[in-house]
């Protein structure tokens, strides 16, 4: 008896310290801002049922970091003018950089995002990103994504795996991977959470992943990711 009682309070505060570390989604974040207002999802809420028009729909998605199922107890932001808004509005990278003759791809794991800019330094597209974690437990260690600056040295199809994860035998999908240090890669992925939670791949929309790879990388592409702190409570 007194072993049970021992392990119901030890679990009780494993519990407590875990909720004190729970990490918040980006939109639980920025809806407090000006310009936004905080939705609490409600059981049967859906996206398309919240943004039945497709633009607004997708500005949602991308705003908030997330293309998985809504979940009710969620919050998520949404603009106050979002009838007259673009996702460019909603950009958190500026339109233009310097011309660098050559494309960037810039990955700000702080704003969990991802912009590519031309050879002129026009931003033409940017999405969400979601990269890895303070704590990986199945590693037990750390799994934060490389920073610094690279060039893409490799990519694949819809077909692209992990060699490595899940340890031991690797196989995880990783559609439209494109390597750009060793192990690590811009791919596209069905949970893209609204925080950082990767092994240290930058994940992506799977459409934008499939922009990316067949429109916009080559040989030559740059891809900068910044220094970064993932979000937590």
Aim: aromatic share 12%.
């Amino acid at each position: 008896m007194k072993r049970v009682v021992i392990g119901i309070i030890l679990t009780s505060l494993l519990l407590t310290v875990s909720s004190s570390y729970a990490v918040k989604r980006y939109g639980e974040i920025i809806c407090n801002t000006s310009g936004y207002f905080c939705y609490k999802v409600r059981s049967g809420d859906t996206w398309q049922k919240l943004f039945p028009d497709p633009d607004a729909r997708d500005l949602e998605m991308r705003l908030n970091r997330i293309n998985l199922k809504l979940r009710a107890g969620w919050v998520i932001a949404i603009p106050k003018n979002l009838a007259n808004m673009t996702y460019f509005d909603v950009s958190p990278f500026p339109l233009k950089e310097r011309a660098t003759g050559q494309k960037n791809i810039i990955v700000d794991l702080n704003k969990l995002a991802w912009g590519a800019y031309d050879e002129h330094g026009n931003l033409i597209h940017w999405g969400p990103a979601s990269g890895g974690q303070r704590w990986c437990s199945d590693v037990d260690k750390p799994c934060y994504t490389q920073t610094g600056h690279y060039t893409v040295i490799s990519k694949q199809d819809f077909d692209c795996i992990s060699s490595k994860f899940p340890e031991p035998y690797g196989g995880a999908a990783m559609p439209y991977c494109m390597h750009y240090y060793g192990p690590y890669a811009l791919h596209g992925s069905f949970e893209v959470p609204g925080y950082n939670a990767s092994h240290g791949c930058v994940r992506m929309f799977i459409n934008d992943a499939r922009w990316m790879n067949h429109n916009f990388v080559d040989d030559n592409t740059k891809v900068i990711v910044k220094t970064y702190k993932p979000i937590i409570n």
